[in-house]
């Protein structure tokens, strides 16, 4: 009963890794896919229920509403998340551009 109890708890962090990587300071990889996940997942959920089910027009002007949100957040989630990547692989470039040509800043400033 105890070994079972302790290997359980042993496997969790791996089992829940990505839930772990969503919690650690900093933007990973995982958390983008993440919020990307969450959005689509909300855009689907909402169309399905305004497709398949049978709700009041006062009901269905909201879910119409809250679909046309969602999709413009799950554009923008997508958008920033692409701009915010493009940002960091230039920002990488730059700094290896950098560490191999040293020189050149140099004689910059001798100028």
Same mark, same amino acid.
């Given at each position: 009963g105890m070994?079972?109890?302790?290997?359980?708890?042993?496997?969790?962090?791996?089992?829940?890794g990505w839930v772990m990587s969503l919690l650690e300071p900093g933007t990973s990889p995982g958390v983008f896919n993440f919020f990307k996940m969450v959005t689509v997942l909300l855009v689907i959920t909402v169309a399905s229920m305004l497709a398949f089910l049978d709700v009041d027009a006062d009901v269905a002007i909201h879910l119409k509403i809250f679909l046309?949100?969602?999709?413009?957040l799950m554009c923008l989630t997508i958008w920033f998340f692409g !701009?915010?990547? /493009? =940002?960091?692989? $230039?920002?990488?470039? !730059?700094?290896? /551009? =950098?560490?191999? $040509?040293?020189k050149k800043k140099e004689s910059k400033k001798k100028k």
């Open positions: 070994a079972d109890a302790s290997a359980g708890q042993a496997e969790l962090p791996a089992g829940l046309g949100l969602s999709v413009v !701009e915010l990547q /493009a =940002a960091k692989n $230039a920002e990488a470039a !730059e700094d290896a /551009a =950098a560490a191999s $040509a040293p």
